[in-house]
Every structure is written in C-alpha cells, then in structure tokens.
C-alpha cells in the first residue's frame, strides 16, 4: 500500500461524520501510483477487467448504427468517434441557438441546425466538482461522495485530500477497453493529486489546467501558479490563459488527426468562460458582451475547427458531437440563463439545465429539437452502447441510454421517471415529468446560518412554466405526494443532509497532498 494513502480515517478533515464513514480508503490497490503509460498495473488490470466483465459485447450494436462502408472495412473503423466539449459555466441562454442576441455563434448554430437540440438537458449540480463526476461515471455526485469537498467546499480546491476514486470506472476507461484512444484536454477538476487525474483515470492524453482559472496564486497566495500540465507534467505556470482556448483547439485538432484511423474519445472540457474570462487576440474586444462574450465566440470558433477538421479527414459521419456546459452561468460575469431562473449553484433551472446540441450526420436527425430530460449522466452509458458495449454492471449507474432519444426514434421518452437536485449533500428538489417539486427545507450552509429562512415547498409545470415563477403546490396535492416519496427514495438511496445513504461510494484520499509546481 502507497504510503500516501491513507487506508484509516483522517480525524483532522473528517469532522463530518458520514465522511468519515465514506472516506474511507480501503479500495485502493497496490500500484496504482504506476504511469499508466508504462503499462496495465493491478489497479487498471482489475478496472479493466471489471469493464471487460460488465461490458460484455453486444453483437451487431456498433456495425448496425455504422452500416454502410465503415462496416464492410471490418475492425475498429466500425466504432464510431465520440467528441465532448463542455464549457465551463456557459448559461442555458448564452448561444445564438438557444436564443442569445449577444453572442455570435455561427458554427455552433450551424451544428444545432444540422443535429438536435436538447432542451431539457441537465447536469447534476449547479457547481463544477460534482457536475463532472457525473459525466465521468454516469453517477449522481453522492453516489460517488463528489458533491463537495473534503472540508465540505462547494467544489475541490488546489492541493486538495479528495478524488474521483481511481476504482469508480469512467467513460473513458469504458472506451478504451473498447480499443478507443482517449484524450483530455482541459479543466478536469476531479482531484490534482497524480492519483486522480486524467492519465489515471483511462485518458492516454492529458492537456490542461487541473482546476479552476481562478484558483491560482494570483487569487489566493498560499496557492500554487495555476499549472498547464501535459499528461502529469507541469510544463507551463502560471498558465498563459488568453491563449488557453486556442491552445486546447490545437491539440484536439492534432489528436484527431492523428487518430482518424482508430475509434477516439476526446473530452474538451474548456476553461473558459469560468471567470476570469480570457480570450486569444483575435478574439479580444470583438463581441458585443465584453470579456465573457469574446470568448463564448472563440469557443464557437473553436467548434467550428473541429467540425470542419473531422469533414477535412472524412470522418464526419463517423463522428458524435456533443456540447454543452457543467453548470449555469453565474450571476455577476456576463452570462445569461434565460429564459430560466436562477444561476449557477442554485437547484432552480438556470443552475442545472443547460444547452445541448449533439450532431452525427446520417445518424441523428438534423434540426431537430428533444424536450424530454436527458442528462450528463447518460453521456456514459449511451455511448458504451454505441461502443458496442455496456457500462458497467457490478455497481449502480444512474444514466441511462439516451440513444432512442438521440436517434428521433418516433415516440421515444426520457427512460427517467425522477430526475434530482442536489445542493452539495443537500436534496432540494425533484422533477418527474413535467413536475419539479422544490422540496422544503432548512437552509442552513456555511456563511448562511444567521438569519437563514426556511425555504418552502413550491411546485412548478415546467412545461408551461419554464421560469419557475407559478406554484402549483396548493392545486395538486396528489402529484406534490407522489414527488415527495420520490424525494424519500433518493434520501434513502444517495442521502440527504445529516444522513447517509445505502448505496454510497467511497471517494478517493490521499493523506499529504502537494501543490503541483513546476520542476
Ligand atoms: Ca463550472
């Protein structure tokens, strides 16, 4: 056992009892500080072969979706090519498709009009940390004791304790049992530890920022210089963040290239537009919403080399796209969420519910809009199936596969009957269909306490009350009754403020953390 892990309780970060109970570290297996480039350690050995166990092959499933020429060529040119770009704090109302004035976004645009629109895509917390876990594992943030920090902070900050537990399986070790090459280029924000970041996490390729833009030493001194990394190495600090967005651009653009042969995985989770807001000259200046705005169109830019480098290989009909952000915009840079309420961290719509566009010519149908709720969640297993394989199944998944949706099969529904919000270890609202039911509770966070009201019950028709202003809670009792035993069944299942749930996972730890600086 690596003497950096910590196998036992930690009495001085574990002041809150069920962390205590989920912290501790005993799954983690000898080895796991081995490279993953230098080979299969034990730790990926097991991973690999609990992936292989669960995601038995589904005979026919990827050669039926790529019929045509890439199927008689035999071999992985059948599966397709998976391309994620999620932005960091991108408001549901911030592109031109989804009714931005502000912003000039002609190559997303043109990608919504040539794929579909989902309207009632969502993430699982209003903040990074957690969100990204989900589109990681396909989990709700508790199941995997990501929905707050190792001190009970909204999101990870540098040199932190806390992981995404090497063994959870991510969508990128999903993949690349499938013989996928996988690359992450950008913010990770799931642990800056070498035991939690990308290269060990089933990326062969890292290049990015470990965490936040605004969590270098210029925002809190006793913080390391915000770090570049390439693949575990610190090669730039602090990172030269105007040209982030360009830099990140480029090497996707040569990972696709090089890999046009294989089936790839890239996860571009931009730094941008996270405040502080930085854009690369050309871009500086230009729109008509300052800082925020340049840089909504550098990302559209960005978009559009990806989108016309995978037509340049001619691999565009091999290849989904999807876009979208981990979380709302927030209340003060620049963003705008409308037409929903609220902003980033809150569990009203603007927090959680984001812009989605997904595009795979010949397979999803173009212009097309999807209202039924989808999620991040479902990233995974949707793409394990047209990997031709399953997520795993030796553990709980809370996505599920969104591909009838994807697809405009005719008729085809949301497969979740209940969709929940979570404020860190808080359970604060339910949506069932077209019902969201904001649960009541005692609002009692950190810097909240004086004063802090009780917050009500309100229940919204989300269909024809996209806004959350009309509460119905008074006219349906039956359907508040229904949604609050769903309510009860995520408490009991992932847990609530104060309780734990029976289906929770250990997050990882490591004892002695050290700032990741330049050597
Ligand atoms: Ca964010």
Partial sequence: MDKNINPVRNSRVDKNMEQTLLEVSSQFLPGQKANISNGVNRRNFLKLAGVTAAGVMLPGCADELLSGSAQ?????????????????????????????KKHRTPNIDRMAAEGMRFTSF???????TPSRSSLMTGCYP????????????????????KGL?????TIAEVLKAQ????????????????EFLPTRQGFDYYYGIPYSNDMGARQRSKNPPLPLLRNEKVIEAPADQNTLTKRYTEEVLKFITSNKDKPFFVYLPHTMPHNPVHSSEKFRGKSANDGYGDCVEEIDWSTGKILETLKKLGIDDRTLVVFTSDNGAAKRWGGSNLPLSGFKGSTMEGGMREPCVMRWPGKIPAGKTCDELASTLDLMPTLAR???????????????????????KKGAKSPHEVFYYYFRDQLQAVRSG????????KIKKRKQE???PNAPLKLYDLEADIGETNNLADQHPDVVKRLLALAEKARDDLGDVGRKGNNQRPAGRVVTPKPLRRK
Avoid at 142 to 161: K, T
Wanted: with cysteine; hydrophobic share 35%; aromatic share 10%.
């Fill in 165 to 169: 537990n090497p063994n959870e399986i």
């Fill in 142 to 161: 508790r199941r995997v004791n990501m929905h707050q920090s190792g001190r009970n902070e909204w999101v990870l900050f540098p040199v932190a304790q």
């Fill in 450 to 452: 004086k004063d802090a």
């Fill in 386 to 408: 047209l990997a031709g394989t399953k997520p795993p199944t030796d553990r709980i998944i809370d996505g599920k596969d969104i591909w009838p949706l994807m697809a405009g």
């Fill in 122 to 128: 969502y993430v699982t917390s209003g903040v990074c």
């Fill in 72 to 100: 008689s060529t035999g071999g992985p040119a059948n599966k397709p090519n998976f391309i994620i770009i999620f932005c960091d704090d991108l408001g549901y109302g911030d592109l031109g498709c989804f009714g931005s």
């Fill in 179 to 194: 013989d996928y090459a996988t690359a992450c280029v950008g913010k990770w924000h799931l642990g800056d530890q070498p």
């Fill in 434 to 441: 077209k019902w969201k039911l904001h649960l009541p509770f």
